[in-house]
């Protein structure tokens, strides 16, 4: 989730980047994957890992999950990211 590892990576060879916070976390996160032109997951999550176990409740699952990568997805299609993978986060509430 940090855009500098991303970008470290990218250049160290890796050709994927998986995010746990959908660009939430850092600001420049999305814009590097659009830099940088490679495929990108986008994981849903709330909270961070000691506070997520406390964001489980949901007024409409399916709704939020599909309100929040509409959000997500349109964003990154702003930057010209065009390979996106969509990982639901069970477990990271």
Do not use: W
């Not at 990568?69 to 996106?84: M, V, W, Y």
Request: with cysteine.
């Amino acid at each position: 989730f940090r855009s500098q590892v991303a970008l470290k990576s990218v250049e160290a060879g890796a050709c994927i980047i998986n995010d746990i916070s959908a660009g939430h976390r850092d600001d420049n996160m999305l814009k590097t994957v659009s830099e940088l032109s490679v495929p990108y997951i986008m994981m849903h999550s709330r909270g961070t890992s000691k506070t997520m176990q406390q964001h489980t409740d949901y007024n409409d699952l399916l709704k939020d999950i599909l309100f929040y990568f509409s959000e997500r997805i349109a964003k990154a299609r702003e930057l010209g990211i065009i390979d996106l993978i969509i990982d639901p986060g069970f477990g990271f509430a």
